[in-house]
């Protein structure tokens, strides 16, 4: 997208070293346009954005946004106090939300396809991407995380979008998808939502904006519970799913299955990826290729060629034992994950645990208390409070003692002080899990593993 320089436009973005938001000034940047950006820490994301011209600061301040700014961009974790959007409001610059700009572009392609769900939806919106890249449909990506092979972002040159969308204060009604995918629905982000009802009310009106001539591809388990019942493709294990896996089989926690639909064997799927959760995130890309008469076995090549994104069930190199750190960080999440760990034959497991956010941690203390069953100890690291000031009785020691009434737990207090207790304790036949959506990923460096 070609400009004169003095039609350039210019952007700020207000956090822009969130993995969404990131993705989101790249795809300007690549497009054109003139980018600036503040946010409170420096990460990896902010280095790539500045070494493609993004002018980024460190910390919030009026001065931050240039004079000539078109208009800014915030993320919702951004108070409507923060003091550059209260400086662009001032001016009479246009203010957006992260996910409404967001919006705007998914919805201008054609087919756009839009994944939400509790758990999985960054693998599964990176399967879909992969399988439909496989087939030469040349989709552009936006994820909420790090695929391997592409980062949070791919500009693709064809009519074909794939997005997360993230129920967090309801965002992903900013999008209106050809194809929307709903993988799951539970109490999380207790912040915003308060029951259950609310999130399964929430997920009801993010199928409704399925675009008419669109279909929802809907898990099994949540069709009775969406108000939601026309134009749907459901997926499962049960015979009576549009697309149903049967004929299961593993080596090292990694599947194989067959694809069914009305009694048909379609044929085998091969993961790449570990974890009998990932058969579901499998047929759900099944689902939504298919919707665009795809054949299996290109289908099947484009998921076997999937190894996962960053963050997700990924090992790590460590001198003193074995590493796997993901992003689980809600206890459906972190007992999916040991689960898959325990298929892989270690003699014993360790958890280190960050977890996020206090209001996640309060709300869930009796589910935290139980999700750790199964391993040999757990560590909980000090809450990552993200957007939030602490609580009390939400603190990780509160946590560990609870946790410490079902599995052997301890609270420990840095990176640092875990390094020196785990290399106490494991050895090359033991794996640690380091799990948390936090900054727990930064453990994984070698001035800690080795």
Do not use: W
């Amino acid at each position: 997208m070609k400009k004169n320089i003095e039609n350039i436009v210019k952007i700020h973005f207000v956090g822009i070293g969130g993995i969404s938001m990131s993705a989101l000034a790249m795809y300007y940047i690549k497009n054109g346009f003139l980018i600036s950006g503040s946010d409170l820490v420096e990460n990896n994301q902010i280095k790539i954005l500045r070494q493609n011209g993004a002018k980024i600061a460190i910390g919030h301040a009026k001065k931050n946004v240039p004079i000539d700014t078109n208009f800014c961009v915030y993320t919702s974790a951004v108070s409507s106090f923060n003091s550059e959007v209260v400086f662009c409001k001032s001016k009479g610059i246009k203010t957006i939300n992260r996910a409404d700009l967001l919006g705007e572009v998914f919805n201008g392609y054609k087919y756009n396809i839009a994944v939400s769900g509790s758990h999985g939806k960054t693998t599964t919106t990176a399967l879909i991407y992969e399988t439909l890249r496989h087939s030469g449909l040349s989709p552009t990506l936006f994820l909420g995380g790090e695929y391997r092979n592409d980062g949070n972002l791919h500009i693709g040159d064809g009519d074909f979008c794939v997005a997360e969308a993230c129920e967090y204060k309801k965002s992903f009604l900013s999008f209106y998808p050809y194809i929307s995918v709903l993988l799951n629905a539970e109490l999380d982000h207790t912040d915003c939502y308060k029951t259950s009802e609310d999130i399964f009310n929430a997920f009801s009106l993010f199928a409704q904006n399925t675009r008419q001539e669109g279909v929802a591809v809907i898990n099994e388990k949540l069709t009775d519970k969406l108000n939601f019942k026309k134009n749907t493709v459901t997926f499962g294990f049960d015979e009576s799913n549009t697309y149903y896996a049967k004929n299961l089989s593993s080596k090292n926690g990694v599947y194989s299955f067959d694809v069914f639909s009305s009694n048909i064997n379609l044929g085998t799927i091969k993961l790449n990826i570990a974890g009998k959760h990932n058969i579901l995130n499998a047929l759900a890309a099944y689902a939504v290729a298919k919707q665009f008469d795809l054949p299996h076995q290109t289908i099947a090549e484009g998921i076997n060629c999937f190894k996962g994104v960053n963050r997700r069930f990924q090992a790590f190199e460590c001198n003193f034992t074995n590493v796997i750190a993901d992003y689980a960080h809600h206890p459906t999440e972190i007992t999916a994950t040991i689960s898959a760990a325990h298929e892989l034959g270690y003699q014993n497991i360790y958890v280190l645990f960050q977890p996020h956010t206090y209001t996640r941690t309060l709300s869930l203390m009796a589910d935290f208390a139980c999700c750790f069953n199964g391993v040999k100890e757990v560590a909980v690291l000090p809450v990552y409070a993200a957007r939030e000031k602490p609580i009390k009785g939400a603190d990780h020691k509160s946590l560990a003692k609870r946790i410490n009434e079902n599995t052997s737990c301890i609270a420990l207090n840095s990176f640092g002080q875990a390094s020196s207790y785990f290399k106490k304790r494991l050895n090359k036949n033991d794996l640690l899990l380091v799990l948390g959506a936090g900054d727990i990923i930064n453990f994984c460096a070698p001035k800690y593993l080795n």
